[in-house]
T-cell receptor, first 117, second 114 residues
Framework: NAGVTQTPKFRILKIGQSMTLQCAQD?????MYWYRQDPGMGLKLIYY???????DKGEVPNGYNVSRSTTEDFPLRLELAAPSQTSVYFC????????????????FGPGTRLTVL | AQKVTQAQTEISVVEKEDVTLDCVYE???????LFWYKQPPSGELVFLIR??????QNEISGRYSWNFQKSTSSFNFTITASQVVDSAVYFC???????????FGQGTTLQVKP
């Protein structure tokens, strides 16, 4: 049971480039999330998904896109990377019985450290 | 509005000292959940505890204990006899059953010196 896995671990992008951050979980969790963590700050929610085919915006969605075609995978797409997107990105998952992701324990992946130059 | 405040940005203690990390939250929900996560220098986020708003009993797990007080909207975390391996950033988080979202505090960096 690998839990939540993320690839890559590190990436440097040039301004204007695009990339996809991969996230997968093998715990059969229905909810999945993407957060970003800026230096000295807590985590801010970018997007989340309550199940395959359903996604919604979080607190800071601008500049990102997501899709959820399977229960296991939840990739995050960065289009036209900007220096403001330099951050550590965490994917998380939880099993929620319908009351929402704020009520159940979220389990996090190891993070992807992204630098945009 | 929902908010979590961890007023202590950094704390430094000597090994074997006890240390308390403060967490104050704001919410209008009657049902909510509180969490603590640990982020060691390696960077991953490790779940420590989840508590719902109806359960005000204090919890102890080994050297860790949590004091939940609804009257003061606080959910403080105490490490007894701290060890160097406790050095990490600790996050308090508030979960809402209404919004379905988890709101994180800014974190407290704990440094335990030998």
């Amino acid at each position: 049971n690998a839990g939540v896995t993320q690839t890559p671990k590190f990436r440097i992008l040039k301004i204007g480039q695009s990339m996809t951050l991969q996230c997968a979980q093998d715990m059969n969790h229905n909810y999945m999330y993407w957060y970003r963590q800026d230096p000295g700050m807590g985590l801010k929610l970018i997007y989340y998904s309550v199940g395959a085919g359903i996604t919604d915006k979080g607190e800071v969605p601008n500049g990102y896109n997501v899709s959820r075609s399977t229960t296991e995978d939840f990739p995050l797409r960065l289009e036209l990377a900007a220096p403001s997107q330099t951050s550590v990105y965490f994917c998380a998952s939880s099993y929620s019985r319908g009351a929402g992701g704020g009520t159940d324990t979220q389990y996090f992946g190891p993070g992807t450290r992204l630098t945009v130059l | 509005a929902q908010k979590v405040t961890q007023a202590q940005t950094e704390i430094s203690v000597v090994e074997k000292e006890d240390v308390t990390l403060d967490c104050v939250y704001e919410t209008r929900d009657t049902t909510y959940y509180l969490f603590w996560y640990k982020q060691p220098p390696s960077g991953e986020l490790v779940f420590l505890i989840r508590r719902n708003s109806f359960d005000e009993q204090n919890e102890i797990s080994g050297r860790y204990s949590w004091n939940f007080q609804k009257s003061t909207s606080s959910f403080n975390f105490t490490i007894t006899a701290s060890q160097v391996v406790d050095s990490a950033v600790y996050f308090c988080a508030l979960g809402s059953s209404n919004t379905g979202k988890l709101i994180f505090g800014q974190g407290t960096t704990l440094q335990v010196k030998p």
